[in-house]
C-alpha cells in the first residue's frame, strides 16, 4: 500500500445526485475530480447539474439529468454511458428525499412510497445498472450514502426516511456478500446531520433552531455540524485502491454521535 493507492486517477466514477452546491454530491463529485477521477454525474435539478459539470470542467465526461427512481431513465443514462465509452468504476449514490416529518400513525402512504422510491429503489436501480460493467471488469466500488439515522433512532418525525435508510444499509450488506468474489466492493457512509442548505434552511424555524438543534449539537461528541466536505476524504478511500479489503462496511462520518451512548456526557467530568 503506498500514499499512491489513494489516487483515483484513470477511474470513471458515477456521483448522482450531485447538482446542490453544497450538498453531498456535489462536494464527492468535485473531491474526485481532484484525486484523479472523470466523473458522471446525473441529478434530477438540470440547473443545479449544468453548474457542477462546470466546475469540474475537464473531468466531467456526462452530465445528465435522471430521476433515479425512474427505470427508464437510469437505462437511458447508463446508455448514455455506454455509447460514450465510459464504463462506471465507481458509483455513489447520494439523492434523498424527505417531503415532511410525521409522526409513523400519520406518515401518507404517497410519502412513504415517494421516499422508498428515491432513497431506496434508485439506489437499487442504479446499483443494478452498474454492476453488470463492473463484473466485467472484476472490480467496481459502490458507495451508498446511509444515515445514522438508519442505524439508530432519532424520533421527530423522521420514521419513514430512517425506514429508507436502514434498507440502504441492509442493501449495502447484500451487495457486498453477493459480489465480494467477484471484485466488487459495497460500502456506504452514514452521516450525522451536515450543515448543507436543505438543513440550514431548517434554521429559519425557531422551533428548530432554538429547540432541536441544540439537542443535535449534544449528540455530537465533536460539537459542531459536519460538512459536506468531511464526507470526501472518506469516499475517496472507500472508493479507491487503500481499501481494497474493505466490504460491506457502514462507516460512520459523523463526530462520535453513534458511538456515544445517549446518556453520554462528551468531555464532561461531573458525575
Ligand atoms: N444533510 C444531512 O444532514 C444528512 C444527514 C445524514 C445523511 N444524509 C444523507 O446524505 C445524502 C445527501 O444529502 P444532502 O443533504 O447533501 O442532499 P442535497 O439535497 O443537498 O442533495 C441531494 C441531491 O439529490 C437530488 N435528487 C433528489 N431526488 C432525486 C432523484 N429522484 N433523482 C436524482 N437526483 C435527485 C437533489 O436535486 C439534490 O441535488 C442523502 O442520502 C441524505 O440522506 C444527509
Not at 458515477?14 to 474526485?32: C, D, E, F, Q, W
Not at 459536519?226 to 475517496?236: C, F, N, R, S
Request: proline residues 5%; hydrophobic residues 45%; glycine residues 12%.
Amino acid at each position: 500500500m503506498t500514499v499512491g493507492s489513494f489516487d483515483l486517477s484513470g477511474k470513471v466514477a458515477m456521483v448522482t445526485g450531485a447538482g446542490a452546491n453544497g450538498g453531498v454530491g456535489h462536494a464527492i463529485a468535485l473531491g474526485y475530480a481532484r484525486a484523479g477521477a472523470r466523473l458522471v454525474i446525473c441529478d434530477i435539478d438540470a440547473d443545479g447539474l449544468e453548474r457542477t459539470r462546470s466546475e469540474l470542467g475537464a473531468a466531467a465526461v456526462l452530465a445528465r439529468r435522471c430521476d433515479i427512481s425512474q427505470g427508464d431513465q437510469v437505462e437511458a443514462l447508463f446508455a448514455a454511458c455506454n455509447a460514450d465509452g465510459c464504463a462506471i468504476d465507481i458509483l455513489v449514490n447520494v439523492p434523498f428525499v424527505f417531503p415532511r416529518r410525521s409522526p409513523p400513525h400519520e406518515v401518507a402512504l404517497g410519502d412513504w412510497e415517494r421516499m422508498f422510491a428515491v432513497n431506496v429503489t434508485g439506489y437499487f436501480l442504479c446499483a443494478r445498472a452498474a454492476i453488470p460493467g463492473m463484473l466485467a471488469k472484476g472490480a467496481g466500488a459502490i458507495i451508498n450514502i446511509g444515515s445514522n439515522a438508519g442505524a439508530s433512532a432519532l424520533g421527530r418525525g423522521a420514521f419513514a426516511y430512517s425506514c429508507t435508510k436502514a434498507a440502504v444499509h441492509q442493501m449495502t450488506r447484500e451487495l457486498a456478500i453477493e459480489y465480494g468474489r467477484r471484485g466488487i466492493r459495497a460500502n456506504a457512509i452514514l452521516p450525522a446531520q451536515i450543515r448543507t442548505p436543505g438543513f440550514e434552511s431548517h434554521l429559519s424555524n425557531p422551533a428548530f433552531r432554538d429547540g432541536v438543534l441544540p439537542r443535535i449539537l449534544e449528540g455530537l461528541p465533536m460539537n459542531r455540524l459536519l460538512e459536506p466536505d468531511d464526507m470526501v476524504g472518506p469516499a475517496i478511500f472507500l472508493a479507491s485502491d487503500a481499501a481494497a479489503a474493505v466490504n460491506g462496511v457502514l462507516l460512520p462520518v459523523d463526530g462520535g454521535n453513534l458511538a456515544m451512548n445517549a446518556g453520554g456526557s462528551p468531555g464532561g467530568a461531573a458525575a
